[in-house]
């Protein structure tokens, strides 16, 4: 068998379809929906993605302020600049990309913007109301991606079970949440550096979701025949022979899917999710002055 692929392409174009007329309402009423971009420092991968979300903005007719700060940018400075942010009615979206500058504490940062500009949907407040299933909040961009991305393949998560690998605040943890939130009610299983037998659950699960970040951790010996694979994982590896010096490589050996039933591309499944569902937090954050 080999798996279906599951375009996170095709997919992220449906969902910036489906935010089309809701700009257009928006810009009706004489609102612009405007998405600031803060990045600070050199990162390379960093800048990808942020051009990224700019591009998506542009094609969408979503204002962007793209905010570039040097590397030796103190941590006052980047509070200053969001405390201005959060402050300028003209703008409905803030992100700060990360990681950050060894020298800036990321949590009091982000705990600094607005909830209701809070489209990455890393604020306490917003994780806060996931956790209760409340639909007044902004969900994690790649979380959320990866539900949207199953529901448009028409995957069924009901009684499945679910293994998440990775329990980062931004992506493992919320993914746990969704998948077992009611609607999806898959059961849930967050696997960790610290799992005793990470490989035996990966066997027994329906539909595995990789975010650890590490280049082929999962083998293709650990997919369950049949299973449903997303891979999170955009991790760099060094290859002199391709054009750029690296090469993209997921956290799922590829191999998997001649296992797998379904399967995350890398480059081109979660990533373009990501950007798709920043773009629809955006509008959200900015219909919200609407109503
Ligand atoms: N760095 C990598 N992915 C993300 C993301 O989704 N949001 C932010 N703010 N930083 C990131």
Redesign the pocket.
């Known amino acids: 068998m080999v798996a279906s692929v599951l375009d996170g392409k095709s997919c992220s174009a449906a969902v910036e379809s489906s935010l089309v007329p809701r700009i257009n309402d928006c810009v009706s009423a004489g609102i612009i929906p405007h998405l600031a971009v803060v990045i600070v420092g050199d990162d390379p991968a960093?800048h990808v993605?942020v051009g990224a979300k700019i591009r998506a903005c542009k094609r969408l007719g979503i204002k962007s302020s793209h905010i570039e700060l040097p590397e030796s940018t103190s941590e006052a400075e980047l509070r200053n600049i969001i405390t201005e942010l959060n402050h300028d009615t003209d703008v409905h979206g803030i992100?700060?990309?990360?990681?950050l500058p060894q020298h800036m504490d990321e949590e009091a940062l982000t705990d600094l913007i607005h909830p209701s500009k809070d489209v990455?949907g890393?604020h306490p407040v917003n994780l806060g109301r996931l956790v209760q299933s409340r639909n007044d909040c902004l969900i994690?961009?790649?979380p959320n991606g990866v539900m949207r991305l199953l529901e448009w393949a028409g995957i069924e998560t009901n009684g499945k079970t679910a293994l998440v690998i990775g329990r980062s605040r931004?992506v493992g943890m919320p993914q746990a949440i969704l998948l077992a939130s009611r609607g999806a009610d898959a059961t849930v299983t967050i696997g960790h550096s610290r799992t005793a037998d990470l490989e035996l659950q990966c066997q027994q699960a329906d539909i595995v979701v990789a975010a650890v970040g590490r280049p082929n951790m999962v083998k293709k010996s650990w997919i369950k025949p049949g299973a449903v694979v997303v891979d999170v994982g955009i991790n760099r590896v060094d290859d002199e022979k391709s054009e750029r010096g690296y090469l993209l490589v997921g956290d799922v050996e590829k191999s998997a899917n001649e296992v797998a039933s379904w399967i995350t591309p890398v480059p081109g499944g979660v990533g373009p999710m990501?950007v798709a569902m920043?773009m629809e937090n955006t509008v959200a954050a900015a219909e919200n002055i609407l109503q």
């Open positions: 960093s993605y992100l700060v990309q990360s990681p990455d890393f994690p961009c790649t931004n990501t920043l």
